[in-house]
Antibody, heavy 120, light 109 residues
Framework: QVTLKESGPVLVKPTETLTLTCTVSGFSLSNARMGVSWIRQPPGKALEWLAHIFSNDEKSYSTSLKSRLTISKDTSKSQVVLTMTNMDPVDTATYYC????????????WGQGTLVTVSS | QSALTQPASVSGSPGQSITISCTGTSSDVGGYNYVSWYQQHPGKAPKLMIYDVSNRPSGVSNRFSGSKSGNTASLTISGLQAEDEADYYCSSYTSSSYVFGTGTKVTVL
């Protein structure tokens, strides 16, 4: 059974850097074509794709947030880490990670999500 | 990358069919057959319902179907049931990245 679980701080202050971890099970980040995407959803609003990383270390970022995002993986720990710099209250959202597979352009399954609030 | 456009809300009575549209551009929806649809119940994570425009994952009811014409994709729910009441989002691949729709709230009357 494939599962993903997000972890990280519940509250961050404006201008701080957010670090989120996605721990996966049921598949290996070293398996060819496997990848993880990060997607966020502000309260009451729509989903927004942020970034993805594949087993071959190929990465892609949202054009609008590229300067603030860094995605990386630790295959031995089955973890994908997303950092977002210079956090602002508008970044308050539930952050999800989801599995993605090369040449399969959909997200399945998703983690439960983690709510991050940006406030001083 | 601008969000794909969906109607804010769609409603129907039990047993009826409804269709949700998802309008993009030739750079996303119109340019690739990589549209997917997600169902999200309140407080829950999204669930994949349709991939590659019209394919249903194993376990998803055949009451859900997808199609595409030009820059607009559609999700149809037939035989509407109370459990179908949720938010629905489309997504499209677009040149090494992805874009989601604005979301549609489906209400079962």
């Amino acid at each position: 059974q494939v599962t993903l679980k997000e972890s990280g701080p519940v509250l961050v202050k404006p201008t701080e850097t957010l670090t989120l971890t996605c721990t996966v099970s049921g598949f290996s980040l070293s398996n060819a074509r496997m990848g993880v995407s990060w997607i966020r959803q502000p309260p009451g609003k729509a989903l927004e794709w942020l970034a993805h990383i594949f087993s071959n270390d190929e990465k892609s970022y949202s054009t609008s947030l590229k300067s603030r995002l860094t995605i990386s993986k630790d295959t031995s720990k089955s973890q994908v880490v997303l950092t977002m710099t210079n956090m602002d209250p508008v970044d308050t959202a539930t952050y999800y990670c989801a599995r993605i597979v090369t040449f399969r352009n959909w997200f399945d399954p998703w983690g439960q999500g983690t709510l991050v609030t940006v406030s001083s | 990358q601008s969000a794909l456009t969906q109607p804010a809300s769609v409603s129907g009575s039990p047993g009826q069919s409804i269709t949700i549209s998802c309008t993009g551009t030739s750079s996303d929806v119109g340019g690739y057959n990589y549209v997917s649809w997600y169902q999200q119940h309140p407080g829950k994570a999204p669930k994949l319902m349709i991939y590659d425009v019209s394919n249903r994952p194993s376990g998803v009811s055949n009451r859900f179907s997808g199609s595409k014409s030009g820059n607009t994709a559609s999700l149809t729910i037939s035989g509407l049931q109370a459990e179908d009441e949720a938010d629905y989002y489309c997504s499209s691949y677009t040149s090494s990245s992805y874009v989601f729709g604005t979301g549609t709230k489906v209400t079962v009357l």
